[in-house]
């Protein structure tokens, strides 16, 4: 995929709004991708998802959250901060102490873009699910009827 995600900060800090739940990540990620599809949206009350992805091993993770479906929410805040997702560590851009560290490298389920929002310059875009691509069966939004 894209170099974008290389020109970016070695070490990469968040956590929480109230500061109980925190991560340090090491390196660069291994992508950094918007998600449209409904099941993100329904998670974050937010009209799309944006995250950077890290090997597991690149992230330190502390404080107590309540995890459902791999996403953890802080225990006392409820603020989503990361997912889990097969040896990956997805770090909510949102979460990260600092804006404007990471421009996305994709963007998936764009068929749920808002139409208000345009695709980013440069985000390879994906019409669904990032497996579109190789296989000839039409993906379903998880979400979705
Ligand atoms: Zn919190
Ligand atoms: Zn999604």
Redesign the pocket.
Known sequence: MATRTRDIPKKVTG???????RFVAQGAPDRVGLCHCLDCRKHHGAPFYAAAIYPAGAVSLT?ATIEDAGRHS??????SVYAWTEGEVELHLGAMDHPNQFTPDYELWTIHREVWLRPVPGAEQFLRGREAEVSPAPQTCAACP
């Open positions: 956590g929480c709004r109230c500061g109980a739940v404080g802080c225990a006392r805040c409820g603020a």
